[in-house]
């Protein structure tokens, strides 16, 4: 086991109803430090359930996650803790539409890292001049775009300054027109050397951003390997099918 | 020896009432023996004061058991399959516990809950208004919790997603994104629950509780003639309801612009 690894999941599990449907079925995957995985697949494939089980938001019926080397699937880890290294963005945004952009960005740096409120929110600022929404600052949700929404949702993210990002179908949600602006903020994420897990349908960032793609399908990865391998020449028939269609 | 209603009316009118045509004659003698013979307005005065007193006193204590009740049964709702040891234990009881208290209170008639608390349970006690507001607050509580729980439920599990995943707790996460946004969506029914509230103190007067109520009936007895005492008493209940019906109309409008 080697120590550059952040995340080491090993033999993930969710069952329901008593083992019936199997969401994940034994997933093992490592994230090394710096290493932007996407993960792709049909959908009901398991992937989006396995990124949230990368953050116990699923809490998996079997298996171990070790996140810098902890267990955070023990009942004793508290995951609270672990989760503020890892920050999550969401199909659809999850902006707390009651607190302005910069309230938004400064309540859990605030209130979970003791910081001051000028420290965050100059942090905050830093955070919304680089994805250019500095003037969106005292704007409450409901007044943005989706791609401005999800672009805050990420610099949110950011501002616990997390040791990874998981992103969930990130753009999934949005008008094909706002789609370049948030990618173009993930990229920018990618090249300063964030660690990130990418559950998306964007094959064209697959490629041009991933270090390592995951083919998930029916709650198992199918195949893994550099953009090239899977996209130029899958060796599983499972991936060769599903990159027709969505190709 | 005192002077009747009728006597100190005809040395009391002004002369354009006396001389006046024979019904405004009558109005206004039934208006002076109502309100103003014997100082009888000042019995609707303390009424409104009894009332409004109760009934915020009977609020604050609503709201206060409403959100605990809610919370403990949110919490429990979302959380016991995932639970386990003393924690699951102490949460199960409080929630059987509160499952009693929303049957319990709503199942039977305030009138009567009133009178086993201030006849039974606190007959020692003579402070009218605060077994009244304990009472009052004790029947509130049962149902601003099912409006408050109703109101966390409409909130999208998203948001909780968002805040667990930022590392907030359980209970960060009711108190900063949660329940203030379950307030803001509840606003309008927990004000008409307020008004409801605040018309059903009405019946404080089955235990003597001087309010406005009991003022109109008091004097309409005295005076042998309930017309204008009791009109008066609604009007009273339509003009505070009024009053705050508008109020919240205006705290409605300012939370939804804080959001456009």
Known sequence: MSADYIIQATGLQKHFDGGDIRALDGVTASIRKGEVVVVIGPSGSGKSTFLRCLNLLEVPTGGQILFEGIDITDKKADINLHRQKMGMVFQHFNLFPHMTILKNMTLA????????QPEAEKQAMALLERVGLADRAGAYPSQLSGGQKQRIAIVRALCMDPEVMLFDEPTSALDPEMVGEVLEVMKNLAKQG?????????????????????????????????????????????????????? | MRPS?????????????????????????????????????????KGLGNTLLLTFLALLIGVFLGVIISLIRVSWDKNHTE??????????????????????????????????????????????????????????????????????????????????????????????????QAFKATLPTLANEFIVLLKET??????????????????????????????????????????????????????????R
């Not at chain 2, 009391?12 to 014997?38: C, E, T």
């Not at chain 2, 309409?220 to 109309?249: H, K, Q």
């Open chain 2, 83 to 180: 639970m386990h040891g003393p924690g699951k234990i102490a949460l199960g009881f409080l929630n059987a516990l509160s499952k009693v208290y929303l049957t319990v209170i709503r199942g039977t008639p305030m009138v009567v809950q009133l009178m086993i608390m201030y006849f039974v349970v606190f007959a020692t006690s003579r402070n009218k208004i605060m077994v009244g507001a304990l009472s009052f607050g004790i029947n509130s509580g049962a149902y601003v919790a099912e409006i408050i729980r109703g109101g966390i439920m409409s909130i999208d599990q998203g948001q909780t997603e968002a805040g667990r995943s930022l590392g907030f707790g359980y209970v960060s996460t009711m108190r900063y994104i949660i329940l203030p």
């Open chain 1, 194 to 247: 964030m660690t990130m897990v990418v559950v998306t349908h964007e094959m064209g960032f697959a490629r041009e951003m991933a270090d390592r793609v995951i083919f998930m399908a029916e709650g198992r990865i199918v195949e893994e390997g550099t953009p090239e391998e899977i996209f130029s020449a899958p060796g599983q028939q499972r991936t060769k099918d599903f990159l027709a269609k969505v190709l």
């Open chain 2, 202 to 259: 009405a019946v404080a007067g089955y235990v003597g509780l001087a309010d406005i109520t009991y003022a109109g009936n008091i004097i309409g007895g005295n005076c042998y003639d309930y017309l204008f005492p009791l009109l008066m008493s609604a009007l009273i209940y339509l003009i505070l309801v009024m009053f705050f019906t508008f109020l919240v109309g205006r705290l409605e409008r300012r939370l939804r612009n804080s959001e």
């Open chain 2, 5 to 45: 209603a009728s006597q100190s009316w005809l040395l009391d009118a002004p002369d354009w009432i006396q001389n006046g045509p024979q019904w405004l004659n009558d109005i206004g003698y039934d208006i002076y023996k109502s309100f103003i013979f014997d100082d009888r307005y000042q019995m609707y005065l």
């Open chain 1, 109 to 116: 740096p605030m209130k979970l890292l003791k910081k001051s």
